[in-house]
């Protein structure tokens, strides 16, 4: 859904830029909430992993096809703040390497793949966590379920922004019924990416999901036999004139704000990290070469209602990495599986920079306090 330049006026860019870096603004506070010193590697690990699922279109009509927008996944995985600023990073990487999403677009990209996205499937996860019982399960539908709805969400956004800025005259009920229609489709292939991924990380390390704290959390049991000699304490209440018969267990609740006691990790994060840097450097590198070749989504309805007609260049359409491909490697094997791996190194590089500069500033804030 990545909007190309030409496509939305220079008023209403302008406007949706100042939207952008305002929820660019506001992320970068709420974000030094959410890291710490295990997730904020992490985060840079999603948006690169976001950027190499990215480039798997997968068929979802014919001659359609539709890519991982990534807002559920980062939300749920790494906090709504840092979500935000996952996707945004991984839209800026993709616009001035790879000339994928206009330029001048980007503040329309943002808000619309990175903000609404984000926005609407944390809502909803957190909705449908806190109605449901607290199992892992619920975790993985609650996934499922916050990413079908936020791409038809960003289609639904998309069109009110087409509306106020379109440079092409279209009917906005066309537009609007084309791109909820595809974007339906496409939401299914996010939700099933969204929850398979969630849920692998949440049955290795719940702790690390920034939206299972609190879900996957258990009550310690003390379980005591029958055939255990009674402790001075039980003796006493046997004897009191209120005498109850003793439980068989006990229950101690974890202390607020540790959720990650409840359910023991079994594997470090370091394994979780190098886990899902091999992940993306197998899609972006490997897997992304079987993608579907068909426009996604927006390039479908673009051209099939008219409103690429003023469609731009690229500013960066001369870069090296244009069109995810490596210059003068002819190779296409070869070249775009190199362009993927560059890109993965490159959005790991810049996000996780990013990321650890949050967390840097939030300890220095909390020492400064202490």
């Known amino acids: 859904m990545h909007v190309p330049d030409g496509f939305i006026d220079a008023p209403v860019s302008v406007a949706t830029g100042a939207v952008a870096a305002g929820a660019v603004a506001v992320s970068l506070r709420g974000a030094r909430r959410e890291l710490d010193e295990r997730t904020a590697p992490l985060a840079g690990l999603v948006a690169a992993f976001i950027f190499a699922v990215q480039m798997l279109n997968f068929p979802v009509a014919a001659g359609t096809s539709g890519h991982l927008l990534g807002g559920a996944l980062a939300a749920i995985l790494v906090g709504p703040y840092t979500g935000v600023l996952c996707v945004s990073v991984v839209l800026l990487m993709q616009g001035v390497l790879f000339a994928d999403g206009g330029l001048t677009a980007l503040g329309v990209n943002i808000t619309d793949m990175a903000l609404v996205t984000t926005v609407v499937a944390y809502a909803l996860f957190r909705a449908i966590v806190k109605l449901a019982p607290h199992r892992r399960r619920t975790v993985t539908v609650a996934s499922f379920v916050a990413a079908l709805i936020s791409v038809p969400a960003a289609a639904v956004a998309f069109t009110a922004i087409y509306a106020l800025g379109g440079t092409a005259d279209v009917a906005i009920g066309k537009v609007f019924a084309a791109m909820v229609g595809v974007h339906v489709l496409i939401g299914i292939g996010e939700a099933a990416i969204t929850a398979l991924t969630v849920g692998a990380v949440v049955a290795v390390r719940p702790d690390l999901v920034y939206g299972a704290r609190g879900v996957t959390a258990r009550p310690l049991e003390i379980r005591s036999s029958p055939l255990a000699p009674a402790t001075p304490g039980a003796v006493a209440r046997a004897e009191g004139p209120a ?20 359910a023991a990790p079994r594997g470090s994060a370091r394994r979780v990290w190098w886990a899902g840097l091999a992940a993306a450097l197998l899609c972006a590198g490997v897997v992304s070469f079987y993608a579907s070749a068909s426009p996604d989504g927006l390039e479908k309805v673009a051209h099939d209602k008219g409103i690429d007609q003023k469609k731009e260049d690229h500013a960066a359409k001369d870069s090296p990495l244009a069109d995810y491909g490596v210059k003068d490697i002819t190779d ?23 990321f650890i500069v949050i967390r840097r500033r939030r300890a220095t804030a909390e020492s400064g306090r202490g």
């Open 243 to 262: 005498a109850e018969p003793a439980a068989a267990t006990s229950e101690i609740p974890e202390p607020a704000g540790t959720p990650e006691r409840a």
């Open 332 to 354: 296409a094997r070869l070249s775009g599986g190199l362009a993927g791996v560059i890109g993965v190194g490159a959005t790991l590089a810049v996000g996780s920079g990013v």
